[in-house]
């Protein structure tokens, strides 16, 4: 019985769980963005909006929602929050009016100028060689979209 309990505690420690591996990754991942989150005066999730923004400026609140991987009634408050920042507007969509296009203001888009450059810190802060950084993302990106269509067939 005793070794019994010794294998499981053996193998239920969370140094093994992947899940914790990528959250506590996530928390040192945000420990190196915080100086330029900070010097930029955004938050994360307030950064990766004016990202998506960046890349297809003049989207729903919907579309913005979906890549965040977050729900509209979340996205909402944080485009309000950058609104008042100055650093897009918000607007009803001319031919949907069901739906709000949400577009970089100057001072949005001169975010990005600020934040350029970020990349290479984030690739050096990991250790990782220029060939490993590349592959590794595209890996975790393979496991989210693996777990998120497996978490949908467990609804179905």
């Keep these: 019985m005793a070794t019994d309990n ?11 769980f992947m899940c914790f ?9 945000s420990r190196v963005y915080k100086p330029v989150l900070d010097a930029l ?5 307030q950064y990766l909006a004016i990202i998506a923004l960046w890349e297809e400026d003049h989207q729903t609140v919907k579309s913005l929602s979906e890549k965040l991987f977050l729900e509209p009634s979340t996205v909402t408050p944080m485009l309000k929050r ?3 920042m100055g650093y897009l507007r918000r607007e009803r969509d001319k ?10 203001t100057d001072a949005g888009r001169a975010l990005r100028e600020k934040g350029l450059g970020f990349g290479k810190q984030t690739v050096a802060a990991s250790g990782l060689s220029p060939e490993e950084f590349p592959a590794l993302q595209k890996a975790i990106v393979r496991l989210r979209d693996n777990l998120i269509e497996a978490a949908g067939k467990a609804q179905d």
């Design 95 to 104: 031919e949907d009016e069901r739906n709000v296009r949400i577009s970089l």
């Design 21 to 29: 591996a990528i959250y506590s990754t996530n928390l040192a991942y």
């Design 6 to 16: 010794t294998t499981r505690a053996k193998a239920a420690r969370m140094a093994d």
């Design 41 to 45: 005066g955004l938050t994360y999730p």
């Design 82 to 84: 950058l609104e008042a």
